[in-house]
């Protein structure tokens, strides 16, 4: 098995723990293998022949991982803003021309002005203007990644949308569907493997432009 092969193996088993020990209530397996599915995703991306900005963005998410696994309210505002520094990397890798999609843009303008207005009264005061700031950081993500990079990016940037908004209604304390943790972390782990295997073949289908995301692409095997 090649390196490259091995960590995208270790990254499902990992996931499988993670989202098993969620299933089950099974706190400390939640706790050890979250941290690692980011790292493992990016180490795999980076010997894929990754750019920059994609390994980063994906090392901002394992912050923002690892922040979380914290209940206190500056833990909460730390990890939305490595997040949000992941979302920006993703902008900037995405960024190249695409087709305009004014449907679809349309339709995250409507979700992101339904969501924040709604949320918005019962959401605690100091996180309000970062959560609505982060909301429209995400769902620029969310657009480029499908209007730019395709289909499996697109979804993977509709997950990460979806995931989130699932944290942002127990911040304020909305009903929840039974083990929401399990939910937010399965649509999580999709969206970043999405983001990732989409930008990969996107990138592998039209070699030239990556030199004008201002990357440098591994050559690594």
Known sequence: ???KRLLLSAFALAAAVDLGSL????????TLAKPLL??????????????RLL?????????GDVFLLSDADPAFL????????????????????GTPRPL?????????????????????AELRVPVAGYSLLLTAMAYRAGGRFGLLAGLGGALFMLSDTLIATG???????????????LTYIAAQYLLTTGTL????????????????RSTTP
């Open 23 to 30: 299933a089950a209530g099974f706190d400390p397996g939640h």
């Open 78 to 97: 730390a990890g939305m803003g490595s997040f949000a520094a992941g979302h920006v990397c993703y902008l900037l890798l995405f960024r190249a021309p």
């Open 201 to 216: 073949r996107a990138l592998e289908a039209r070699p030239g432009p990556a030199a004008t995301y201002g990357e440098v």
């Open 38 to 51: 980011m790292p493992l995703l990016a180490g795999y991306a980076a010997l894929s022949g990754a750019p």
């Open 104 to 124: 679809l843009l349309a339709g995250y303008g409507v979700a992101l002005t339904a969501t924040v207005v709604a949320l918005w009264p019962d959401l605690p």
């Open 1 to 3: 098995m090649t390196p």
């Open 171 to 185: 911040v304020a304390e909305w009903p929840q569907p039974p083990r929401p943790d399990l939910w937010i972390m």
């Open 55 to 63: 390994v980063a963005a994906l090392l901002f998410g394992w912050g």
